[in-house]
């Protein structure tokens, strides 16, 4: 069962990116790369991919501990939950020193393929995941710490929708 809504999360963290490239089809080139106070929208689009590239590279090493990997408890879930809160917020706080220096030299179409591909990596993933580690905590993330692959995914979705705060504050900024 927890396959399932991990795979229905994986469709809704994919309709809520393709809304993104939706949105952002019809602006210039030039704008998309354009920083203002801080990084680019083309920065914060390549930032999401690397943050999710680097996840699922650390969650396949972490996948080698097999039944070793601990378990998600009480404390787990509730960082998840108030990690979660703070991202919805909107309030700004500095990347962690290896994703922060996201690459703006994308054209729109490049990023979405090479965030298509990194989807396609997490979908495989998803896939060969063994149901008996669903409890398992296979995932590290900043500020959550360590998290079920579900929890994994939802930090994902989670991760993105803050960032669609700082793409809207992006364009008005430039009035767009």
């Known amino acids: 069962m927890e396959k399932k809504i991990i795979e229905n999360r994986l469709s809704q963290l994919k309709k809520e990116t ?66 979660c809160g703070f991202l919805q917020t909107g309030l700004r706080w500095k990347a962690p020193s290896y994703i922060s220096k996201p690459k703006g030299d994308y054209s729109l179409n490049e990023i979405r393929s090479e965030w298509e591909s990194t989807r396609t990596n997490i979908k495989e993933y998803v896939n060969d995941y063994p149901e008996k580690w669903l409890n398992k905590a296979v995932y590290k993330h900043p500020m959550a710490g360590r998290l079920s692959l579900l929890q994994a995914i939802d930090s ?15 364009k008005k900024e430039f009035s767009i």
């Open 156 to 170: 994902f979705i989670y991760h993105q929708r803050h960032h669609v705060h700082q793409i809207n504050r992006i």
């Open 18 to 83: 393709n809304e993104i490239f939706d949105d952002l089809e019809s602006l210039d080139q030039d704008f998309l790369g354009k920083k203002g106070k801080g990084w680019s929208i083309i920065q914060v689009l390549s930032h999401l991919n690397m943050a999710e590239t680097l996840s699922l590279e650390y969650m396949k090493k972490k996948m080698q501990a097999g039944d070793k990997m601990k378990k998600v408890n009480l404390i787990n879930n509730a960082r998840m939950w108030v990690t």
